[in-house]
């Protein structure tokens, strides 16, 4: 099979995690047949600094003409100033809507090896495996009317929370559609007790849900969820959620793993749109440049590229079967350390290329 990929490492130590999924890439190319072809492109702060567009057109062409985008990170102090024109975040909001992803993927699964690694007790986590689902292009994010006005002398800030019911559909029926092939169990969570947006959601929900009834389905306030992450987190499955929820509820479950550097996610679509996969952990400038951030969520985000973009199962469970193995021989990056030996990034990555050769 030959495969175009597009690399957008982008900003902090995105460039240094993406280095070591393509070394992966590259082993999984060469053990199972394929050829790569990669096309690396700016995006974020450093596409800000050289273009003055945190999403040249270059890049977002480059994108459009790949199989598969795999991103590293965006943003960083350099770019924080909130009342900057233009901004990082402003490049990856926009990759999204154009490569037209509005579903968002983030597996929380406990590996056996680092089940004490969780601040939560041992016995609480052990066996978590939850699919998120975040709605990636509607909600306050997007919403319009939005901005900053001068009322009686006063800045207000204001943002629309908005859905329409297709757009709510559509990210429940791919949630369905994962937990059909899961646990058979659904969870979608909103605010309906109190936000009007929130209402729209959970009654096209139930009216999806009647599409499934072999999918256990119940409706879970998000304060609620929030709870029950810390306290029952082994009872989810499948969680679908809007795109302000999801943003927060995700990184919420990502510390039951122990660490965010060992989250993948990924953006998909309708069929024939093109996949976005990135680690949820953000740039981490204050690592970058160091060497010693923890690749694996990004290693674990070219694994779902093979098997949600390319449909390579087998390649995508063999990079998986490989992390698993490096981490049960009690390999571990600083973040998962716990005060013990430390591998630095490369040697994580090189440690996952040995296992799957």
Avoid at 49 to 72: H, K, R
Wanted: proline share 4%.
């Amino acid at each position: 099979m030959e495969i175009k990929l597009t690399l957008l490492p982008g900003d902090g130590i995105g460039p240094e995690i993406v280095t070591e999924a393509r070394k992966v890439l590259d082993v999984v190319a060469n053990r199972f047949g394929h050829t790569l072809y990669y096309n690396t492109q700016l995006i974020g702060g450093i596409a800000i600094d050289e273009t003055g567009d945190p999403l040249p057109e270059e890049t977002l062409g480059a994108c459009l003409q790949s199989d598969a985008v795999l991103l590293g990170a965006v943003g960083g102090p350099k770019w924080d100033d909130p009342k900057a024109a233009v901004r990082p975040e402003q490049g990856l909001l926009r990759i999204r809507k154009e490569l037209g992803v509005f579903a968002n993927l983030r597996p929380v699964k406990v590996f056996e090896a680092l089940a004490e690694a969780s601040p939560l007790k041992t016995e609480r986590v052990r066996g978590v495996d939850i699919m998120f689902v975040r709605e990636l292009t509607g909600d306050l994010y997007f919403g319009t009317p939005r901005g900053r006005e001068i009322v009686n002398g006063k800045r207000v800030g204001f943002n629309t929370m908005r859905y329409d019911e297709d757009e709510i559909a559509r990210v429940m029926r791919i949630g369905f559609e994962l937990a059909r092939q899961r646990r058979g169990k659904l969870a979608s969570v909103d605010k309906a007790n109190v936000l009007e947006t929130m209402r729209v959601w959970r009654e096209v929900a139930h009216e999806v849900a009647q599409e499934y009834p072999d999918v256990q389905y119940e409706d879970l306030l998000v304060d609620a969820m929030a709870m029950y992450l810390i306290n029952r987190p082994s009872d989810f499955d499948v969680v679908v959620t809007g795109n302000m929820f999801g943003d927060i509820l995700s990184d919420e479950a990502s510390m039951i793993t122990g660490s965010l550097g060992m989250l993948p996610s990924a953006s998909i679509g309708a069929d024939g749109s093109i996949g976005l996969y990135e680690p949820i952990h953000g740039s981490a400038p204050d690592i970058a440049g160091k060497g010693i951030a923890n690749p694996l969520a990004t290693i674990l985000s070219g694994a779902m590229l093979l098997r949600w973009s390319l449909g390579l199962h087998a390649e995508a469970e063999a990079v998986e079967t490989a992390v698993a193995q490096v981490l049960a021989a009690g390999h571990r990056t600083g973040d998962i350390a716990a005060g013990g030996k430390a591998l630095g990034t490369a040697e994580m990555g090189d440690k996952v290329c040995e296992a799957l050769g």
